[in-house]
């Protein structure tokens, strides 16, 4: 099977996702399962906080010019951009904590889509 072919929407039927897992001595206890990295995801946290900082500006100058249909476009794209830079903050989160996938399923799986 490749694994980057995969149906991501069926979640539940692949091994890594499957929360209910179970072992030879009962089910899987999450909250030890993981591995911290705090010095990598301290880095992940800041780099994404400064890239967010110039943003500010620039959304705000583009929306001025928004009578153009470039500069709205502009907007929307700096929009996703911060979107999927808070959504890297939260990766560098989980990793400080070595939190998983089952941890926290439905942010997990809403902030990766």
Not at 2 to 10: E, S, V
Not at 17 to 38: E, F, H, K, Q
Not at 70 to 86: N, P, R
Request: aromatic residues 12%.
């Amino acid at each position: 099977v490749i694994d980057q072919l995969r149906n991501n929407l069926l979640v539940d039927v692949q091994e890594e996702y499957n929360c209910n897992l179970a072992d030879s001595s009962g089910p899987v206890d999450w909250s030890t399962r993981g591995i911290s990295y705090p010095i990598f995801g301290s880095i992940c946290v800041a780099i994404c906080c400064i890239g967010i900082i110039p943003y500010i500006p620039c959304i705000s100058i583009i929306w001025d010019m928004r009578r153009f249909a470039c500069y709205k476009l502009m907007f929307f794209l700096a929009i996703a951009d911060i979107c999927a830079l808070l959504g890297n903050i939260h990766m560098g989160v989980a990793l400080i904590y070595g939190e998983m996938y089952c941890h926290h399923i439905t942010s997990n799986f809403i902030i990766s889509m």
